[in-house]
């Protein structure tokens, strides 16, 4: 099973590359879902990350 | 602008320009170290290799002609046409040619590196040949001439450059603690296996800055990599991104072709109306690849895709293993860096003497290239080129006692004692004409001079002796294990 950490950046990943496509892309709405996608992406990178580290 | 609308033209050219670099670099080390390492009469031989290898072991040349004089001509063959690779030798064609060419001279030097990869055991077992020979799988398949390369090939050097970096940052996360508490860069630069001119500055850089770096690691491996199927800017500059980090680790470590190869991958990410907006280059309208080519760059990216399957479960698996390979053909590998650090550093000294019954002062060592021996030489500057014994040194100091898999210790040292010109041409000063009497293996522990001490002294090292790792021996045979394993 993969751990949480791995499934929060992929996640991420996947959000931001599909937020950024949708920004570039699209206008109205999808513009605005792109935008959203975007900040989860960034999230899910940020909680991925921070979450293994132990300082 | 949507991806296949972009052109990449520039971007096939140069990546094939520093791919025929990277090769160049490896065939000559095949050429000046083969022979003395995996030869008939290297540290492992060539003949007893042909007698055992089959055929799912990886292709090789060397299995139906186990020979030096077949090595020679394999690795100058390989210099040969990565020559013309560099020199951009099928784009001189007539545009029917170029493209058969292209893929002709691609295969022969892919082919030529599989021979030395899997007949090179132990001493071709790093990640980077296995990375070498995917990307170069995938140059086949480029192009020349004047028109395009397939969209689709292109985007599996993104692939390629996606699971480098990614599996490379997963194996730290789930691997040493210290790349969790931060503390990995305190001890990188002093115990990685060679050090450069850069590594003792690096490693007394400020202990902030290497919580930072540990911090940049972490968003450089994991977050950043996903920006290289993001639109333009975002994917180019992700790729300037892997390419400053893969830069600083030039700067601080000799790291044969890894950071080189990474960095040749990273060119894929970008596009040619990025580079000709930021370099004074203009890229040419390019005519769309052969049918025939795209057809066989489809099918190519069926294959690649299908033998992904191993690999990405791996890159998933809590379990991940570094430097793999899941096909005998290493089309389609996982990879990673530094899943541990170790936090002291060892090295090994041979010593010879020409006494029978030796004083300590009657030894004199014999000194590698880059394997940190003598305390007051400076770390030296090689990589890309790669050496290979001295890299499996440092693998072998870890141990106190030379393991099953440093048996080639052993041959190493009966080499030494009969002067073996062709092994001693490994090393960078042999003292003795032809051969001591007795030779043995000193362990040190070693680390950087404090700016002080090398102020004081002029030193880079400091060192202690830990203890013999072979104790002298006029004959030492083939070792506690019997022998060879590759």
Request: glycine share 10%.
């Amino acid at each position: 099973m993969t751990e949480r950490f791995v499934q929060a950046i992929v996640v991420g990943g996947i959000a931001l590359v599909a937020g950024l496509w949708a920004v570039e892309l699209g206008s109205g709405a999808a513009w605005w879902g792109g935008v959203g996608l975007v900040v989860m992406g960034v999230l899910g990178f940020a909680w991925g990350i921070h979450s293994e580290l132990s300082v | 602008m949507l991806p296949w609308e972009e052109g990449y033209w520039l971007v096939r050219f140069l990546l094939q320009r520093g791919l025929a670099a990277i090769y160049l670099c490896a065939f000559l080390v095949a050429a000046t170290q083969f022979r003395p390492l995996a030869g008939e009469n290297g540290l492992f031989s060539l003949r007893s290799y042909a007698e055992r290898a089959s055929v799912t072991d990886g292709p090789s040349l060397f299995q139906f002609f186990p020979s030096d004089r077949a090595v020679a001509l394999a690795a100058w063959a390989g210099v040969g046409l990565s020559l013309v690779a560099l020199l951009a030798g099928p784009y001189f064609l007539p545009p029917d040619l170029a493209v058969p060419a292209s893929m002709g001279l691609w295969f022969l030097l892919w082919g030529l590196c599989q021979s030395f990869v899997n007949a090179g055991g132990l001493f071709y077992g790093y990640g980077w040949e296995s990375m070498l020979l995917e990307t170069g799988f995938l140059a086949v398949f480029l192009g020349a001439g004047p028109t395009g390369p397939p969209v689709l090939i292109v985007w599996l050097f993104s692939w390629l450059l996606f699971r480098n970096m990614f599996g490379a940052g997963l194996i730290k996360m789930r691997g040493d603690r210290c790349w969790r508490d931060l503390t990995a860069m305190d001890f990188h630069y002093e115990t990685q296996p060679m050090p450069n001119p850069g590594s003792w500055f690096a490693h007394h850089l400020s202990e902030r800055f290497h919580r930072l770096e540990v911090v940049g690691n972490h968003v450089v491996e994991l977050a950043v990599p996903f920006l290289y199927f993001a639109p333009e800017p975002y994917a180019s500059v992700a790729g300037v991104l892997t390419v400053g980090f893969q830069g600083w680790l030039m700067l601080t470590g000799n790291f044969s072709w890894l950071n080189a190869l990474t960095i040749v991958q990273a060119i894929a990410v970008t596009s040619d109306r990025t580079l000709a907006a930021v370099l004074p280059v203009s890229a040419p309208a390019a005519a769309p690849a052969p049918l025939y080519l795209q057809v066989l760059a489809a099918g190519v990216t069926l294959l690649v895709l299908a033998l992904s399957y191993y690999p990405v479960t791996n890159m998933l698996s809590p379990n991940q293993r570094m430097n793999a390979g899941f096909d005998p053909f290493h089309i389609v590998n996982t990879y990673g860096a530094f899943g541990s650090i170790t936090k002291e550093r060892y090295g090994l000294v041979v010593e010879g003497t020409n006494q029978e019954h030796p004083e300590e002062g009657d030894w004199a060592a014999y000194s590698f290239k880059g394997h940190p021996d003598d305390p007051s030489k400076r770390p030296r500057q090689w990589a890309p080129y790669h050496l290979r014994l001295d890299w499996q040194l440092w693998f072998a100091a870890m141990r106190p006692r030379p393991g099953r898999r440093q048996q080639w210790v052993f041959t190493l040292l009966e080499r030494l004692l009969d002067g073996d010109s062709s092994v001693e041409g490994l090393l960078a000063d042999v003292p003795f004409d032809d051969g001591p009497e007795k030779v043995r293996v000193l362990r040190y522990r070693y680390r950087f001079t404090t700016p002080e001490e090398r102020a004081e002294s002029g030193d880079w090292w400091v060192r202690e002796r830990v203890g013999a790792y072979v104790p002298a021996t006029s004959n030492p045979g083939p070792g506690p294990f019997g022998g060879e394993l590759r």
